[in-house]
Each structure stands twice: as C-alpha cells, then as structure tokens.
C-alpha cells in the first residue's frame, strides 16, 4: 500500500473516530418531561434547549441547507450559498485592490535599499493593526457598512503579500543581476526578465498568506456590520442560540478557506521557477 493510501485511510479512520466520539460527548437538547406540569408543557418549556450539537446533528443540517444553498426569504433568511457568495465576493475585491498595491510598492522596496529603509517603520507599525480597530474609522470615512468591509481586508491582507515580494526581490542572486549587467538590460528588462521570475515562488507565498488573513478579516468585519455574509450569519445563529447553525458554518468557513489556498497553490504551479 502506498503512502498516500495509507494517508487517506488514516484521514478516515480519524473521521470516524471524531463522529463516534463526539456523539458520546454531546447530549442532544432533550428535556425531560417527567416532572413538568401541564402549564410547563403549555408554555413550550419542554423544547430542545440551546447544547452543542454531535456531528450527526451538524451532518443532517449540513445535508438540509446544502440541497438548496441558494434561497433568499428576506434579510435574516438566506441560504449557507448566498451568504458565502457575497464573502467571497468581498474577500476577492478587498485581495485584488492589495495585489494592486502590494506588488508594485513590493518591487520597489525590495530593489531599492533607500526606499527599504524609508518604509519600513510604518510597514512594522500598521502590520500588527486589527481589523476590529481598522473598522470603526472605515465606517465613519466611507459611510458604507460593505466597502468598509473591502477596505478592512485590502489594509489588512497587503502587508504579507508587500513583505514577502519585497523579501523575494532581495533575494535574487547576485550572479544572475551581473549577468543581466553583462547583458546590459536596462532596469525594465531585469525586472521582468530575471527578478520577477525568480521571486515568484516567494510572491506566491505572499499571496497564499494574504488570503487567508483576508478570510480571516472578513468573518470578523461582517459579524460587526451584519447584513449579509457569512460572518453575520454565524452571529445572527448565534443570537437565535442555534448552535448547530454555528459549528456548521464554522465548518464552511473552514472549507471555502481551503479552496482558496488551494486554488492559488494550483495558480502557483503556472508561475514556477526553476534553476
């Protein structure tokens, strides 16, 4: 059996060992109505009451949005698909505006020591920055609760993908840039010719982690300016104390992460370098 086999088997195996054990460990809501009186029936005290939910409990609901994702019954009732469309929607603006951004001032930065020098004390002092605290002054500047949101993400998501370009620029053998003086290629031709594809494994990196952060942000943004989405849908679950809905969506939230590092990773293999 091959090691990737061997992989897959044990993914399973863990799967099931999760299912089966957290079936054992979470109770399933039910009270009992043994010693309830009629007028605590009557006034709906024998309902489920708020507990976390098995996996089999997260499955069926899983199974139950998932087979019609898309519906939209009016403000505080949309599909899982509807509300994970318009993050994602979000996310790939606010990524693209920091792409714009990060890659030129990156470049620039890593083939330029003054400039390197220049900059980087303000790099350090808004990397560390939450988007919690970027939000307030986003909402009252542009006035709309969805560019703020975009806004949020590009302030937060640039400063990976800037680093690690500029990191990746500097990173450029020497021999390669005295070939490129012996060539006497003019500073458009090394960067485009030598620098560009030899930083692009770094770059890539930049990207990868940058759009998890920006994943990240705007879960946290949309539970603060609701609407849509799917960070508003988690906290409008959890005000409904329906925490199936929540371990649910965390779930989701977990996968669609995954697709979009997987979906630059797959960009990544366009772009290879080698020696």
Known sequence: MTEKNKSILLSIALLILFIVLGEIITGDGDRSKANMT???ILMGMDEKQAHVPGPIEVIKLGIKE?????????????GIGTQ??????????????????????GFLIGMSPLFYKALQPYIQILKPVSPLAWMPLALFVIKDSIMSS?????????????????????????????????LEMNSFQKAFKIILPASLPTIFTGLRISMGISWLVIVAAEMLV?????????????????????????????????LLDSFIAYLSRFFNYNE
């Open 150 to 182: 975009i806004f949020v993400i590009f302030i937060c998501s640039i400063w990976p993908m800037l680093i690690n370009t500029a990191f990746g620029v500097m990173s450029v053998k020497s021999d390669w840039l005295n070939v490129a003086r012996t």
């Open 226 to 258: 609701g609407g849509t989405g799917i960070g508003y849908y988690v906290w409008n679950e959890w005000n409904n104390l329906d925490l199936t809905s929540v371990v649910f969506s965390i779930i989701m939230i977990g996968m669609i992460g995954m």
């Open 84 to 105: 994970l469309f318009y993050s994602i929607i979000r996310v790939l603006a606010g990524f693209i505006l920091a792409v714009i951004v990060a890659l030129p001032i």
């Open 38 to 40: 009629e007028y605590e």
């Open 66 to 78: 998932l087979s019609h994702p898309f519906y939209d019954n009016g403000p505080n009732d949309k």
